[in-house]
């Protein structure tokens, strides 16, 4: 009992400081920002020393709680990279809630709570836990999305989150209980080892493929993404900004988890359903980016993109492939994050910078901040010296290593023709002076443009000197477990 | 002099000193413009310490530098220099320090981007010619993408955004199945030994299956793959759509650079990836690449004749030399393939100073169509002659660049494709007669129209622009030995010859 | 009548299963909310039904109690706090419901009472597993006690957080608009 404590620690810890945070944002009312914001860094950056603690005391082989929690190599990663996220999310919601006089207590604690589901997913080796601690997360996510209440279509975003949310929890809840039913089993280990010994009968099949739809719902991919790019443009900027990388992270680890663990035997019957997948979504995902006009709804239909992107490395499979995956997802959170930064950083007319037209003549103004935007937008692009250009490398070198060069010549093509739109915002910014519209004035936000510049510095330096980051994706993917 | 970082100091320099100039304040514009002059020039003195140390009897890479980058897929930071982009690189380094004088005056606005943006772009060039890692050369190769764009899109002219966006979206089609290509490539070199490498030298030793027809042949596809981001880069008709407008909008230092430097790289990146990597697809792709050539010869030159735009007009011209580059680089003998790098070299220099004059009267006129000139002869004598000898270089007269290298290229070729020279030859005639009516309508028709009468000759700082290019174009054209002989054996290493 | 026997345990899942569907059908079928929270409640007994055929019988009576008992008188108080003008009152559209209502809550009762009867002995079950615990077979509500809180007990504790997680949300999203401009 006391290793399966030491092995849950961090998530105890986080969650313990989350309700602390709740009960100290309720005593003492609304005007705390700093002391609430500082306190859910501090309790991130602490969860995070445990987890490091608890690594180095723990067996990365071991199972925990009956074996259905783990702390592997994976998990760390994922974990830590939540962490990351999360504590990225509170600095950049820190200038928003201050200006809006909005509550922080609990919307920090959300944010904690959320994070706690998503560490419970990475370690997660029992379809159970990694249910409810996508519930968990999901649950939280739908609160924060509504969170910010005089925003009137931010309701709208909350409840068809929540609704097509649900729906998807369903759908994977029966693909759930469809596999146990055929195999009697819950954990990926045994799993595997049923699936390995007989041939699945029907039932298997279809809790597969409702599990890979439930999946690709989750992680916002074509022909599950209606939701994403109404949620992502209603919900507040960073909200969306979270839910653009945890939630999806979250959702890839548990994809990786599931699929490449324990469904391993069925490979053969899931792997052109998402490879298939893949391919729509990064062609839908940048095509649909194309026209849009509304920058939050480009940088969704982007992170469908990007989903596709990497659900290339999921299909490419084999350490290479989870390694890819785990490195693209590094990336694309401090690039995406990055961005978002910078749309909560303009406000035009009341609310955040919302059309392509508002980043007209930026550069000239602030050129600082547009810089770190043309950083951003390269590096969604996949354009060198930037981490994005890193990150697809290795998920194409994956690819094509397995044989799937077809997907990799969508995948670049489909960048290409992604280089159009992230280029019609550095466009905007340095090329046209904006003159006639109002240009769109930048906020003081301390703490929002903290958090651009390290994401900036980030994807330098990735870019540039991916070697380490590499290698710990790499000690990382080993231990999916059953590779 | 050591030379053991020679090579990263020409690649870097440019480079380093341009995000150094990022962080100075934007009305520095005096520091701006010196410092970036003296880091072109700086680059161009080691470029010429390269020249002074090279041995140009051995054909393997010299000066070699080798570190690892991303050891888990081989891919290190080698840099190399050979005769071929020895040559290339001194045209580079030469070019650069012109394209900051001739801009000195005419860019005013926003000039800390503009240097900056020119220096990043001549670190991409340069990385690329001297790159002997194939995926080092694609990260130079793209980094070249977005100064460029910005140099468009930001200091061009009235369509300068649809202009660089469509500059952009041609480049990057191709050069990203060029990614693709270059990891299938690692991937063939690692199933055939075990071990990952991205390493040019690596790469030559894999060979790629051949197969049947063109889906099932590895070879094919991939040689498609480079040849598509080179024949766009060049670009090859029918991809040279994006060219007069890119150039036309392009600022003059934008479009010097643009047809002096960036569209060698598709011939040299035919030269040194397609010819050794993929010989069997080279043999089969000849006839179509051949007649592509031939046909963006006459075509170009037609299209040429028929502009009222200056500009336009030598853009135009570039797509016919550029085709008589490629029919030397696919006749495939030693001699058209050192008239190929030869003209390389050439048309970067005519070219360039043929788009800087054409900038001298627009900085004055603010116009560039040929009918509002006429009779500038007796205005502007000096620049009549710097014209005239940019002309002739560019019509290949005889004891200037031009014609040593369309000769080599004619000559090398005819014993293998007499017909294809042939029709090619009637582009040299083509090419002589819209030039010189350029000349004609522009200096010699009678000086009708009021403007034109008070327009100042070349000032001191445009004459030095234009003094190196017209003093490399009689060198080469007197003493082409002088540069021939720095790529002769690396060119047969290449060829196989 | 053996091929009833032996088929016994099948058909009355299939019924309890078409009547849970039917149910969740008139959920969202029903205009009126007090139809369609009724309608829930014969799902809610159905699938009761369904944990008894199992042999689960705790769970059947905590399906009852929560869900069945509950949720339900829950969900019926809202509605009528919330909506009660919208609630049609008309006494013949009730009166033709009657006959309906009767004929439903009879076969359900004897669904559950043929069920009750059938795992209390009446028919030989199958696949009714017990846990056995040191060599005594467990009842059912130890044998739940022993998975919840054994086997299960990560996910139960995470389910808790869950819980609060929603008590949160209830009261951000109930409470009144706080803050500037807000209706305080």
């Known amino acids: 009992m006391r290793a399966d404590l030491i092995a849950l620690l961090p998530e105890l810890m986080l969650a313990t400081l989350a309700m602390a945070v709740l009960l100290a944002g309720l005593a003492s009312g609304k005007a705390r920002h700093g002391l609430l914001g500082a306190g859910a860094v501090l309790a991130l950056a602490a969860t995070g020393v445990t987890l490091w603690l608890a690594a180095g005391a723990t067996d990365p082989g071991a199972h925990f709680f009956s074996g259905m929690f783990v702390l592997d190599h994976f998990a760390i990663f994922f974990k830590a990279l939540f962490l990351l996220t999360a504590a990225l999310v509170v600095l950049l919601s820190h200038d928003y809630l201050k200006r809006n006089d909005y509550r922080p207590g609990e919307y920090l604690a959300l944010v904690m709570f959320a994070t706690v589901g998503m560490m419970t997913m990475a370690s997660g080796v029992n379809l159970a836990v990694i249910y409810v601690g996508l519930e968990l997360m999901a649950l939280s996510t739908y609160i924060l999305a509504g969170y910010f209440r005089r925003e009137v279509k931010s309701h709208e975003a909350a409840a068809k989150y929540f609704v097509l949310g649900a729906m998807s929890s369903g759908i994977l809840l029966y693909g759930l209980s469809l596999i146990y039913g055929a195999t009697g089993t819950l954990d990926l280990a045994t799993l595997a080892r049923v699936l390995a010994s007989a041939k699945p009968g029907p039932s298997a099949l279809v809790g597969v493929a409702l599990l890979a739809c439930g999946f690709l719902f989750k992680v916002a991919a074509v022909p599950f993404h209606v939701w994403t790019p109404d949620v992502y443009e209603g919900a ?57 006009d509304n920058v939050k709804r480009m940088l969704a239909y982007s992170s469908i993109a990007h989903a596709g992107y990497a659900l290339v490395g999921l299909v490419a499979g084999g350490p290479a492939g989870v390694n890819s995956v785990l490195f693209y997802m590094l990336v694309y959170t401090v690039t995406n994050i990055g961005a978002f930064g910078f749309v909560i950083l303009l406000e035009s007319r009341g609310y955040a910078g919302e059309t392509v037209a508002d980043y007209a003549g930026l550069a000239r103004r602030h050129p600082a901040a547009a810089f770190g935007m043309l950083l951003f937008m390269l590096s969604l692009g996949g354009i060198p010296p930037t981490a994005g250009f890193m990150g697809k490398l290795y998920l194409f070198a994956a690819a094509v290593n397995a044989g799937y060069v077809w997907l990799v010549v969508v995948a670049v093509l489909m960048s290409a023709v992604s280089l159009y739109y992230y280029l019609r915002i550095v466009l905007q910014m340095y090329l046209r002076e904006g003159d006639g519209a109002e240009p769109a004035t930048l906020v003081a936000a301390p703490w929002t443009e903290r958090v651009i510049w390290a994401c900036g510095v980030a994807v330098l330096v990735i870019g540039l000197l991916p070697a380490p980051f590499l290698a710990a994706a790499r000690a990382m993917a080993g231990a999916v477990g059953l590779l | ?44 003195v080691f470029a010429a310490v390269a020249w002074s140390r090279i041995d140009p009897a051995n054909a393997s890479f010299q000066f070699v530098e080798a570190r690892t980058w991303l050891p888990s897929l081989g891919i290190g930071y080698r840099l190399g220099m050979d005769g071929i982009s020895l040559v290339l690189v001194l045209l580079t380094a030469l070019l650069q320090p012109i394209v900051f004088i001739s801009s000195w005056r005419s860019i005013h606005d926003k000039v800390k981007g503009y240097v900056v943006a020119m220096l990043l772009l001549e670190t991409g060039v340069l990385g690329a010619f001297l790159a002997t890692d194939m995926f080092l050369f694609y990260v130079f190769w793209e980094l070249m993408l977005v100064p460029m764009y910005f140099i468009i899109g930001v200091w061009g002219g009235e369509r300068r955004i649809y202009a660089a966006v469509k500059f952009v979206l041609f480049t990057l089609a191709g050069s990203l199945l060029m990614l693709v290509a270059i990891i299938y490539l690692s991937f063939v070199f690692h199933s055939q030994t075990g071990t990952w490498s991205f390493a ?210 004619l000559t090398g070729a005819f014993p293998r494709h007499p017909a294809v020279v042939a029709v090619a030859a009637t582009g040299v005639v083509l090419g002589a007669v819209y030039m010189l009516s350029l000349v004609r309508r522009v200096f010699w028709n009678p000086l009708a129209i009021e403007a034109n009468r008070s327009l100042p000759d070349l000032t001191w700082r445009e004459v030095l622009a234009f003094a190196p290019l017209a003093f490399f174009m009689v060198w080469i054209g007197v003493h082409p030995g002088t540069f021939l002989s720095l790529s002769e054996a690396a060119v047969r290493r290449l060829i196989g010859g | 009548m053996t091929w009833f026997l032996v088929h016994f345990a099948e058909i009355v899942f299939y019924s309890l299963a078409a009547v849970a569907l039917a149910g969740a059908v008139g959920v969202i079928a029903f205009r009126s909310p007090v139809h369609a929270a009724l309608s829930l409640l014969g799902t809610f007994l159905a699938v009761a039904g369904v944990f008894v055929l199992m042999q689960a019988e705790f769970l059947a009576a905590v399906q009852v109690l929560v869900y069945a008992g509950g949720v339900m008188v829950l969900f019926l108080f809202v509605i009528m706090l919330v909506k009660a003008r919208d609630i049609p009152d008309e006494p013949q559209y009730v009166r033709r419901l009657v006959p309906a209502a009767v004929g439903l809550g009879a076969l359900l009762a004897a669904l559950v009472g043929v069920g009750i009867w059938a795992a209390s002995g009446g028919l030989p079950a199958d696949g009714a597993a017990l846990r056995m615990v040191a060599g005594a077979p467990l009842g059912n509500t130890e044998a739940v006690g022993w998975s919840l809180y054994r086997d299960y007990l990560l996910p139960f504790e995470v389910v808790s957080i869950v819980l609060l997680v929603a008590m949160i949300g209830a009261i951000v999203m109930g409470r009144k608009e706080s803050g500037r401009g807000g209706a305080a």
Do not use: C
């Open chain 2, 200 to 409: 040019y030298e690596d790469m030559l030793r894999a060979s790629v299956p051949m197969g049947q027809g063109f889906w099932h042949s590895p070879q094919m596809l991939l040689f498609a793959a480079f040849a598509l981001a080179f024949a766009i880069k060049v670009p090859i008709f029918p991809l040279h759509t994006w060219l007069p407008d890119a150039h036309t909008e392009a600022p003059t230092g934008g479009s010097i650079i643009l047809a002096g430097v960036l569209l060698k790289l598709g011939t040299y990146g035919l030269l040194r990836f397609n010819r050794p990597l993929f010989p069997e697809a080279w043999q089969r792709a000849t006839p179509l690449f051949l007649t592509l050539a031939v046909i963006g010869i006459v075509y170009g030159a037609l299209v040429a004749w028929a502009q009222k735009d200056m500009k336009k007009l030598v853009a135009y011209s570039s797509v016919t030399h550029m085709g008589f580059i490629v029919l030397g680089l696919f006749a495939g003998t030693l001699t058209s393939t050192q008239g190929a790098l030869l003209q390389m070299v050439n048309h970067g220099l005519s070219t360039g100073a043929l788009f800087l004059l054409v900038g001298v009267v627009y900085d004055r006129r603010h116009t560039r169509m040929i009918e509002d000139f006429g009779g500038l002869a007796a205005v502007m004598p000096l620049y009549t002659g710097a014209f005239l000898i940019a002309t002739l270089s560019s019509i290949g007269l005889p004891g200037l660049n031009g014609f040593v290298g369309e000769f080599l290229i």
């Open chain 2, 1 to 44: 002099m050591p030379t053991d970082f020679l090579l990263s100091a020409i690649v870097l320099t440019p480079g380093v000193v341009g995000l150094l100039l990022l962080a100075t304040p934007r009305e520095a514009v005096r520091l701006q413009r010196w410092v970036s002059l003296l880091a072109s020039v700086a680059t161009l």
């Open chain 1, 236 to 292: 507040p900027t960073p909200i969306t900004a979270f839910m653009s990388v945890g939630p999806k992270a979250a959702a890839f680890a548990m994809f990786l988890r599931v699929f490449i663990g324990g469904l391993a035997p069925l490979a053969a019957s899931w792997i052109w359903l998402v490879g298939v997948a893949a391919a729509l979504t990064m062609i839908w995902g940048n095509v649909a980016a194309l026209t849009q």
